[in-house]
């Protein structure tokens, strides 16, 4: 018995028909349109990323036996009482001054060059500057630090720099502050600070630039025909409305430096961050358990950051 075929390029009733049917059901519920949009990402991100970190956070409250050196699943509270201890709350006191002044040094830096982008750069010249700040991104994160080392270190380029310039006593007094301390750039804090501002500084200035975009040119130009100097013109205006913009941009330094492992270890003293004592613990020591319980302070602090940030409008400007 012969069946006749349809023409090429055209679809069998049946299947139009269901066809035609999921396309009126997707219309009528937007919601179901999204879902299968998101299905694939979410699921993903719960999986991998969600699952992974509720993982970890399990074993917080887990015991770690020093004597033998191996972890059991009995549950305890010791490791959280271990973060309380002077030893490790020093950890999280100095990577929280770290990320924080990292975070001011990074809106101070790139303010006046976002600002720059904005009102004054045209054509080519926007072009120049995009390109110059993304241009670091684009090169390895480690070859980067590495360079730094070599950049810090005694009769290196910095060196030269200061002291060509006349800022030896300067440079010489920040390392005698207890943030700041040690004895050259490349074993102090502020070779540290240096190199983590350098290395955040373009999550900065996005953010604050695309902020000054949406600063209307109109209300500067009524600011100056109503009397108002520059800088009343920058405290009252351009920075209330570009203040989210340096908040979304501080969630990336911020974050970026509390979080950090590679930058304390190859550069400063021999003073811990959160990250370096997490990888410490989970790796040489073993101890699992107090790694994951250091991991649920920055956690924590991000937490409360952003929601700060969500109520400064922050996320409105990224």
């Not at 100097?229 to 430096?257: D, K, W, Y």
């Amino acid at each position: 018995m012969m069946t006749a075929s349809l023409p090429q390029g055209q679809i069998a009733p049946a299947r139009q028909g269901l066809l035609i049917r999921l396309g009126i059901t997707l219309y009528r519920h937007p919601g179901l349109q999204l879902l299968l949009l998101l299905a694939l990402p979410l699921l993903w991100f719960v999986l991998v990323y969600l699952g992974s970190l509720c993982t970890l956070l399990a074993q917080s409250v887990f015991t770690f036996d020093d004597f033998t050196m191996s972890v059991s699943r009995e549950l305890t509270l010791e490791n959280y009482r271990q973060l309380l201890s002077p030893a490790n709350l020093d950890v999280v006191l100095r990577t929280l001054s770290m990320a924080t002044l990292v975070s001011l040094a990074s809106a101070v830096l790139a303010f006046p060059l976002a600002y720059y982008m904005v009102r004054y750069a045209r054509g080519w010249q926007k072009g120049f500057f995009y390109v110059a700040v993304m241009l670091p991104m684009w090169a390895s994160y480690i070859v980067k630090v590495y360079a730094w080392t070599v950049l810090l270190a005694k009769g290196g380029i910095v060196y030269w720099a200061y002291q060509s310039l006349g800022l030896q006593g300067i440079v010489d007094w920040l390392m005698t502050l207890p943030l700041l301390g040690g004895n050259s750039l490349t074993t102090s804090n502020l070779g540290r600070f240096t190199v983590f501002t350098y290395i955040w500084l373009p999550f900065m200035i996005l953010p604050i630039q695309a902020a000054l975009e949406r600063v209307p040119a109109n209300l500067l130009q009524a600011s100056s025909d109503l009397g108002a100097s520059g800088a009343q013109t920058f405290r009252h205006v351009i920075l209330p409305l570009a203040f989210p913009g340096v908040v979304a941009g501080s969630i990336f330094t911020f974050s970026l430096t509390l979080g950090d492992y590679i930058i304390p270890q190859l550069i400063g003293p021999s003073g811990l961050f959160i990250g370096s004592m997490v990888y410490t613990m989970q790796g040489s020591i073993g101890n699992m358990p107090l790694a994951a319980a250091f991991t649920v302070v920055p956690v924590c602090i991000i937490g409360l950051y952003l929601l700060g940030a969500r109520k400064l409008g922050a996320f409105d400007a990224l």
